[in-house]
């Protein structure tokens, strides 16, 4: 079980309570819920979106898919899907496709699904595909204070 460092240092630094969790290897953050025995709406997924201004992280439940139209309108910029290559060079100290939703502690903007505050529970990537971080949606909320909030996602 790992927890990326700049993740774990953040979370310490802003006095967040989180357990890791366990899981077997997966690819996906759906599968990652469907290992763990999580309701997909209550695990968020980051999504790296690259713009003309630099790099924007969505993030949305792990059973929708970014309306990267809702996102451009938002955003005001014409935008895509970060390339694999750019995802590790933001994320370098994560495995390729375990991204923790918290830009915050990557100096990434942030733009978070509605669908996801206010839960009681969420849970994400800790960094690798084999562990989670789970903690209150209280402190999700807290986490998420600096993101634009809006719906972004729509169910797959």
């Known amino acids: 079980m790992t927890i990326s460092?700049?993740?774990?240092?953040?979370?310490d630094r802003e006095g967040i309570?989180?357990?890791?969790?366990?899981?077997?290897?997966t690819a996906t953050a759906s599968e990652s819920a469907q290992a763990a025995h999580i309701p997909g709406d209550h695990m968020a997924k980051?999504?790296?979106?690259?713009?003309?201004?630099?790099?924007?992280?969505?993030?949305v439940p792990s059973c929708n898919r970014v309306d990267l139209t809702a996102l451009q309108d938002l955003l005001d910029r014409r935008l895509g899907l970060a390339s694999e290559a750019e995802t590790c060079a933001l994320f370098e100290d994560c495995d390729v496709g375990?991204?923790?939703?918290?830009?915050?502690?990557?100096?990434?903007q942030t733009v978070i699904d509605n669908?996801?505050?206010g839960q009681d529970d969420i849970w994400f990537e800790?960094?690798?595909?084999?562990?989670?971080?789970?903690?209150?949606?209280?402190?999700?909320?807290?986490?998420?204070?600096?993101?634009?909030?809006?719906?972004?996602?729509?169910?797959?």
């Open 17 to 25: 309570r989180y357990d890791a969790v366990a899981h077997p290897r």
């Open 98 to 108: 375990a991204a923790p939703p918290i830009g915050a502690a990557y100096g990434v």
């Open 46 to 59: 980051a999504v790296v979106i690259h713009h003309e201004a630099g790099y924007a992280l969505a993030v």
């Open 115 to 117: 669908s996801l505050m």
């Open 5 to 11: 460092k700049k993740l774990r240092n953040y979370l």
């Open 126 to 156: 800790a960094g690798d595909h084999k562990t989670l971080v789970h903690l209150s949606g209280a402190d999700f909320d807290r986490l998420m204070r600096g993101a634009t909030h809006e719906t972004i996602s729509y169910h797959a």
